[in-house]
Nanobody, 120 residues
Framework: QVQLVESGGGLVQAGGSLRLSCAASGSIFRINAMGWYRQAPGKQRELVAGISSGGNTNYADSVKGRFTISRDNAKNTWYLQMNSLKPEDTAVYYC??????????????WGQGTQVTVSS
């Protein structure tokens, strides 16, 4: 079994910063892609940022230049540094990873979500 645990959400004023962390634990053979998604009230869940096993990153247009995704493979942990936050960044943020529990199988896992609220 694999668990993803997020931390670092909270309330911040517009223009401020937050850093989210996601730690994976359990029966992990390897982790491929890691990512962060968010879901605002009444909206669909959307990809915010992703990072491949090789370190290639991709971002939603709305966060480019403000958010940075990174990973620490030794700790099975990845991060989302969020700067210059805007009220429209308010959402529940979920971490996601493609995890192999053995050499032949990959499965998708989600964290429980952490609330990020940006006040104007």
């Amino acid at each position: 079994q694999v668990q993803l645990v997020e931390s670092g959400g909270g309330l911040v004023q517009a223009g401020g910063s937050l850093r989210l962390s996601c730690a994976a634990s359990g029966s992990i053979f390897r982790i491929n892609a890691m990512g962060w998604y968010r879901q605002a009230p009444g909206k669909q869940r959307e990809l915010v940022a992703g990072i491949s096993s090789g370190g290639n990153t991709n971002y939603a247009d709305s966060v480019k230049g403000r958010f940075t995704i990174s990973r620490d493979n030794a700790k099975n942990t990845w991060y989302l540094q969020m700067n210059s936050l805007k009220p429209e960044d308010t959402a529940v943020y979920y971490c996601n990873a493609e995890v192999g529990t053995n050499p032949w199988r990959l499965a998708n896992y989600w964290g429980q979500g952490t609330q990020v609220t940006v006040s104007s």
